[in-house]
C-alpha cells in the first residue's frame, strides 16, 4: 500500500504514524531503537506491505500490469490503491478526506527532528507536491509514476510507469472492484495487529473505527 492507506491504517494515533512514516526506511532491527508506541507503527508498515504483497487479489490487480513492467508492477498496484481509497472515503470514514490530508501533512512538519536524513527529500517532496491531492485524480496518478520512475535507481530497465495509466483507465471498474473487496481485510488485520502489540490502544483504534 502506499502512503494515503498507511496513514488511514494507523487509525489517527500519532506515534502509530510517525512509526508508519519512519517504516520507509528504518531496516532490520533498528526500530527497537524507538519507544515502543513508534517502534509498533514501524512493524505496522512492514506487515502491510506483507499482508499486501501476498494477498490473492493484490495479486489479481498486479498481474494487469506485470507483463509491461514485471517486477515494478506492485509499486503500480500501491499507488493505484490510494487513488480508490480517496474515490471511495465515504466508504471509510466520515472526516472529510481534506481535513485527513491536513492532518498527516501538519505531522510531517512537525517531525524534523524525528527524521532521518534518507527520509527528508521524500517527506519534503510528499508536502510541496501535495501529493495526497494528485491522488485524487486519474492525472496525478499518471504525474506519480512518471516520478517515481524518474526517481528509481533503475529507471534505465523498465519502462515509464506512467504509461500503465492507459491500462488503468481500460481495467479502471475491474481494479476498483478488486480494491473494495481487499482493503477491509486490510483494516481489519490492522485493527488486530496494533491493539496485539498495543493493547492500551484498543479504544483509540475502536473510536477511530466509529467514525464510518
Same mark, same amino acid.
Given at each position: 500500500?502506499?502512503?494515503?492507506?498507511?496513514?488511514?491504517?494507523?487509525?489517527?494515533?500519532?506515534?502509530? @504514524?510517525?512509526?508508519?512514516?519512519?517504516?520507509?526506511?528504518?531496516?532490520?532491527?533498528?526500530?527497537?531503537?524507538?519507544? @515502543?508506541?513508534?517502534?509498533?507503527?514501524?512493524?505496522?508498515?512492514?506487515?502491510?506491505?506483507?499482508?499486501?504483497?501476498? #494477498?490473492?487479489?493484490?495479486?489479481?490487480?498486479?498481474?494487469? &500490469? #506485470?507483463?509491461?513492467?514485471?517486477?515494478?508492477? =506492485?509499486?503500480?498496484?500501491?499507488?493505484? $490503491?490510494?487513488?480508490?481509497?480517496?474515490?471511495?472515503? #465515504?466508504? &471509510?470514514?466520515?472526516?472529510?478526506?481534506?481535513?485527513?490530508?491536513?492532518?498527516? $501533512?501538519?505531522?510531517?512538519?512537525?517531525?524534523?527532528?524525528?527524521?532521518?536524513?534518507?527520509?527528508?527529500?521524500? !517527506?519534503?517532496?510528499?508536502?510541496?507536491?501535495?501529493? &495526497?491531492?494528485?491522488?485524487?485524480?486519474?492525472?496525478?496518478?499518471?504525474?506519480?509514476? #512518471?516520478? !517515481?520512475?524518474?526517481?528509481?535507481?533503475?529507471?534505465?530497465?523498465?519502462?515509464?510507469?506512467? $504509461?500503465?495509466?492507459?491500462?488503468? $483507465?481500460? @481495467?479502471?471498474?475491474?481494479?476498483?472492484?478488486?480494491?473494495?473487496? &481487499?482493503?477491509?481485510?486490510?483494516?481489519?488485520?490492522?485493527?488486530?495487529?496494533?491493539?496485539?502489540?498495543? =493493547?492500551?490502544?484498543?479504544?483509540?483504534?475502536?473510536?477511530?473505527?466509529?467514525?464510518?
Amino acid at each position: 500500500m502506499n502512503i494515503v492507506a498507511h496513514q488511514f491504517l494507523s487509525f489517527n494515533i500519532p506515534d502509530i @504514524q510517525i512509526g508508519n512514516i519512519l517504516g520507509e526506511v528504518v531496516r532490520g532491527k533498528d526500530y527497537q531503537n524507538y519507544p @515502543q508506541s513508534i517502534a509498533t507503527g514501524i512493524l505496522l508498515h512492514r506487515h502491510i506491505d506483507s499482508f499486501t504483497d501476498s #494477498h490473492p487479489i493484490v495479486k489479481e490487480t498486479t498481474s494487469i &500490469f #506485470h507483463k509491461s513492467y514485471g517486477k515494478f508492477a =506492485p509499486i503500480i498496484t500501491d499507488v493505484i $490503491y490510494d487513488y480508490f481509497l480517496i474515490k471511495n472515503w #465515504h466508504l &471509510f470514514y466520515k472526516e472529510p478526506f481534506y481535513d485527513f490530508k491536513n492532518s498527516c $501533512y501538519n505531522l510531517v512538519n512537525s517531525l524534523e527532528i524525528l527524521v532521518p536524513k534518507n527520509l527528508e527529500v521524500f !517527506l519534503i517532496s510528499l508536502i510541496n507536491d501535495d501529493w &495526497f491531492d494528485k491522488y485524487k485524480s486519474l492525472e496525478g496518478i499518471e504525474w506519480t509514476l #512518471h516520478n !517515481l520512475t524518474k526517481r528509481s535507481k533503475f529507471k534505465h530497465l523498465i519502462q515509464d510507469m506512467g $504509461y500503465s495509466i492507459k491500462e488503468i $483507465y481500460l @481495467q479502471e471498474k475491474n481494479i476498483e472492484n478488486q480494491f473494495l473487496l &481487499f482493503f477491509p481485510e486490510l483494516e481489519e488485520y490492522c485493527k488486530e495487529f496494533i491493539i496485539r502489540l498495543m =493493547p492500551n490502544y484498543e479504544n483509540l483504534v475502536k473510536e477511530y473505527s466509529a467514525k464510518r
